[in-house]
């Protein structure tokens, strides 16, 4: 499997919006969050934040298989936006479509979305146009998702602040597998599938709450999750320097106190 993370970054980014403050100036660019998993025949994305258009165009990956939403929040959500835009039928966005010959108009794309049943209520109370261009399953906690050879597993974590309905993903292929969770306080081990957490070989997570900030949970809370997760590698996403105070170069620095690394948009990984 390659992986690539599309954005280490929390719901504001960096730099954050309209802010000229030391560290927005001065940081690596963070964008919201993402992760792209590939491998022969079978790609997919996990969470479509609203930074989707840049990041998939950013790496040239026109070609997307599925998209999966860890929770309804903006930054892992607000890209669907962009989907639908892109699944509408090009006759749909112009006021004088009879201009351009067929053969010279775009294919109409269409895109699966893998979502909670709370995810999905929320887009079709608040964005029903939204919904109806977009290709929406539900998710159910261990219930596997096969894509090509790929299999990806929804399993629930707790978010806090507050505490609802969220995900995290365990992805396998062959003997690999990694997990995403970008917003946690822990994990929930005790709930069905709760422990599809552990022992990655590749885990991207949380990672504000250790240097400096509160995350979704405590510092401590994240550490006993971090700990209890077991993965061979962890690259810790949701850091934003803006709310740490703390320079790129700082808190790199910090992370390379911890047995964990930074991540780093666009970073790649092979498994
Ligand atoms: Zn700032
Ligand atoms: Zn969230």
């Known amino acids: 499997m390659d992986v690539t993370?599309?954005?280490s970054g929390d719901a504001l980014g960096v730099p954050a919006p309209l802010c000229d403050c030391e560290y927005c100036r001065t940081s690596e660019r963070r964008r919201r969050p993402g992760l792209l998993v590939e491998m022969a025949g079978a790609?997919?994305?996990l969470d479509v934040s609203p930074d989707?258009?840049?990041q998939l165009h950013a790496i040239e990956m026109p070609d997307v298989n599925a998209f999966f939403v860890t929770h309804h929040h903006f930054d892992h959500a607000g890209g669907l936006h962009e989907l639908n835009h892109a699944a509408m039928a090009f006759d749909?966005?112009?006021l004088n479509p009879g201009a351009v010959a067929s053969d010279e108009r775009p294919r109409k794309a269409s895109f699966e979305v893998f979502l909670t049943p709370t995810a999905c209520l929320h887009l079709n109370y608040s964005n029903a146009h939204v919904a109806k261009h977009l290709d929406l399953n539900l998710l159910a906690h261990g219930d596997a998702v096969r894509v090509g050879d790929m299999r990806v597993v929804p399993f629930p974590v707790d978010h806090g602040r507050p505490m609802f309905d969220t995900l995290g993903f365990a992805v396998y292929h062959d003997d690999a597998k990694v997990v995403y969770a970008p917003d946690v306080r822990g994990f929930l081990?005790?709930?069905e599938a709760g422990r599809e957490y552990e022992n990655a070989d590749l885990l991207f997570a949380e990672?504000?709450?250790l240097f400096r900030a509160e995350g979704h949970g405590?510092?401590?809370?994240?550490?006993s999750a971090l700990e209890s997760a077991s993965a061979d590698r962890t690259v810790l996403v949701n850091c934003n320097e803006h709310f740490q105070r703390m320079s790129t170069a700082e808190l790199r620095s910090a992370a390379a106190d911890t047995e964990y690394e930074l991540g780093r948009d666009f970073?790649?990984?092979q498994l």
């Open 92 to 94: 749909e966005h112009m």
């Open 207 to 209: 990672g504000v709450a």
């Open 267 to 269: 970073a790649e990984y």
């Open 43 to 45: 790609t997919v994305v």
């Open 5 to 7: 993370l599309l954005g």
């Open 218 to 223: 405590s510092e401590a809370e994240l550490r």
């Open 52 to 54: 989707v258009k840049e």
């Open 189 to 191: 081990p005790d709930r």
